[in-house]
């Protein structure tokens, strides 16, 4: 292979290695039609937002197992994979745990 070969090819994959990780991460249990999911959503998309931290949201109607655990519950939030919070979401508790 000739060095102007090797030049063109990239050291380290996509990603962003230089990037920093995020604070934590912010899983948001909702179904459709849920006032207090859409509550949620806006609490814990801004506390993301200004914490550094992930967040994604997961619809438990898109899986039987969430489904039947968290029918009642919804919404949950999830931090860093572990259950935090249900029902009405405290923005600034949710704040002191993420920062």
Known sequence: ?????N???PLLSAGNWAGQP??????LLTKDGCHLCEDARRVV???CKDTGSEFSEVD???DAALLRDYANYIPVVFVDGAPWDQLRIDEQRLRE???
């Open 97 to 99: 745990m993420l920062s």
């Open 45 to 47: 998309t801004v506390a």
């Open 60 to 62: 438990i109607t898109t």
């Open 7 to 9: 030049a063109k090819k």
């Open 22 to 27: 995020p604070a934590h991460r912010v899983t």
């Open 1 to 5: 292979m000739s060095s102007s070969q």
